[in-house]
């Protein structure tokens, strides 16, 4: 929904976001004509760029990317802060898992910072709000020229997710998503996956 109206907006269109108008419909999108900015341009190139990057990341991240990653988020109204490094690891070539507990924590030759997205709330409305602001991370990351990788299966396991609530945030706020963030290791871009259609997603309504 979020890549829908970055789109529209850079090729001339604002959109006003209905979120759960009725059963069974996740948001409607309302067009209106405008002029794009530059800024909405440059998140639209990073449409066709952005992939969900699982290697291992080189390097720190320029500075004043978390502070700009975060100002991003709080526009609808989600919080970021980043995941303790002990608290990661990696597990092979593509996966990833929180540690609480049990197992030590690792990920070396991964220079990759683990952010967490968090709302105030735990409906489905709060959950939307965050994938939003997970589309724009990810958008705004490949703008800057950074690899990011959402990741939401280490929050499968409850236990962890309330651990990582309470270290980070106080227990006043519910983690949603995690993203990886930082600078590729590699040369090679990864090619493009296969998603789905917009037929399969959308309905347009032209009255």
Do not use: K
Not at 76 to 82: K, L, S, T
Not at 115 to 141: I, K, N, P
């Amino acid at each position: 929904m979020h890549h829908y109206a970055v789109a529209f907006f850079a090729a001339g269109w604002s959109s006003r976001i209905h979120r759960f108008p009725e059963d069974g419909l996740l948001a409607t999108l309302a067009l209106g004509q405008r002029t794009p900015g530059s800024g909405s341009l440059e998140l639209a190139e990073a449409i066709g760029r952005r992939r969900a990057d699982r290697r291992p990341y080189r390097g720190e991240l320029p500075a004043g990317t978390l502070e700009l990653l975060t100002l991003r988020a709080e526009r609808f109204a989600v919080r970021v802060a980043a995941v303790p490094g002990i608290r990661w690891a990696r597990l092979g070539e593509a996966e990833f898992a929180l540690r609480y507990g049990g197992d030590a924590a690792g990920h070396a030759g991964d220079d990759a910072v683990m952010l967490v997205l968090a709302t105030d709330s735990d409906g489905d409305a709060a959950r939307l709000r965050a994938g939003e602001a997970l589309s724009d991370l990810t958008l705004a990351a490949a703008a800057l020229g950074l690899a990011s990788c959402p990741l939401t299966e280490p929050l499968r396991d409850t236990r962890n997710r309330l651990a990582l609530a309470c270290e980070v945030f106080d227990a006043e706020a519910h983690p949603q998503a995690l993203i990886r963030v930082g600078m590729s290791a590699a040369d090679d871009p990864l090619p493009p996956v296969d998603r789905r259609s917009v037929a399969e997603t959308t309905t347009f309504d032209l009255n």
